[in-house]
C-alpha cells in the first residue's frame, strides 16, 4: 500500500462549483497536513497546513483531516477559473521529510 | 516576498555528463530540501540538509548525487554521471521551523534533459 493516496483526475467543474479533493494515508504516525497548489510547469505552492483533526478555513478554502480513517480533504467554494491547477496533498512526521500524493488536476472553466 | 531561486531553469545534458543545480534558499532559513519531479508523476523527495550535513535521504539518492553549501547563500545539487531516467524537473525548498510549524517554500524547478 502507498503511503499516500490521491486520485490524479482529471476533474473538471464549471465556475462556481464546490470541489472536493482528497487523500488517503496508510502511516498514522504521520503529524503535519498541507496541501499544495502547483501551476504547470512551476514549483508547489502552501495552501493549507494542519496538524490536528478537524476543519481549517481559509477565505474559500478548507481543510479537513480525520486521523482516525487517515483520510484528508480540500474543499473549494465558488471556484475561479485561476483555481485550475494540480492540487498536491503532502504529510509528514516531525523532523522528516515532506511525503506528497501524486495530485489532482483540477480545471475550473467559466 | 522572499522566495527560491534556481538556476538553470532548463538544462539539457548528455548521458554521463555531470550536472549542477543550483539553488538560493530564503536567507533565514535553516533546512533545504531537494525533490524532483518526472513528468506526469509525483514530487519525490531527494534529500534534506541542515547545519551543513544530509538529515535525511530517500533511495533515490544514491551515490551518483550528492548536495553542498558552499557557501552562505548557495545550495547545490550535483548528479555525477546523468543517466536518461534522471530527467524531471528537481526542486529546491527551504524553511524553518516556527511554534512547531514547518512551512517548506518551493522555487520555481530546474528541468534537466538527458539526452
Known amino acids: 500500500q502507498k503511503e499516500v493516496e490521491q486520485d490524479p483526475g482529471p476533474l473538471s467543474v464549471p465556475e462556481g462549483a464546490i470541489v472536493s479533493l482528497n487523500c488517503t494515508y496508510s502511516n498514522s504516525a504521520f503529524q503535519y497536513f498541507m496541501w499544495y497548489r502547483q501551476y504547470s510547469r512551476k514549483g508547489p505552492e502552501l495552501l493549507m497546513y494542519?496538524?490536528?483533526?478537524g476543519n481549517k478555513e481559509d477565505g474559500r478554502f478548507t481543510a479537513q483531516v480525520d486521523k482516525s480513517s487517515k483520510y484528508i480533504s480540500l474543499f473549494i467554494r465558488d471556484s475561479q477559473p485561476s483555481d485550475s491547477a494540480t492540487y498536491l496533498c503532502?504529510?509528514?512526521?516531525?523532523?522528516?521529510?515532506?511525503?506528497f500524493g501524486k495530485g489532482t488536476t483540477l480545471s475550473v472553466s467559466s | 516576498e522572499p522566495e527560491v531561486t534556481q538556476t538553470p531553469s532548463h538544462q539539457v545534458t548528455q548521458m554521463g555528463q555531470e550536472v549542477i543545480l543550483r539553488c538560493v534558499p530564503i536567507s533565514n532559513h535553516l533546512y533545504f530540501y531537494w525533490y524532483r519531479q518526472i513528468l506526469g508523476q509525483k514530487v519525490e523527495f531527494l534529500v534534506s540538509?541542515?547545519?551543513?550535513?544530509?538529515?535525511?535521504k530517500s533511495e533515490i539518492f544514491d551515490d551518483q548525487f550528492s548536495v553542498e553549501r558552499p557557501d552562505g547563500s548557495n545550495f547545490t545539487l550535483k548528479i555525477r554521471s546523468t543517466k536518461l531516467e534522471d530527467s524531471a524537473m528537481y526542486f529546491c525548498a527551504s524553511s524553518v521551523v516556527l511554534n512547531r510549524r514547518e512551512e517548506l517554500f518551493f522555487g520555481e524547478g530546474s528541468r534537466l534533459t538527458v539526452l
Open positions: 503532502a504529510m509528514k512526521r516531525a523532523g522528516t521529510a515532506l511525503i
Open positions: 540538509f541542515y547545519n551543513n550535513e544530509i538529515s535525511e
Open positions: 494542519t496538524y490536528s483533526s
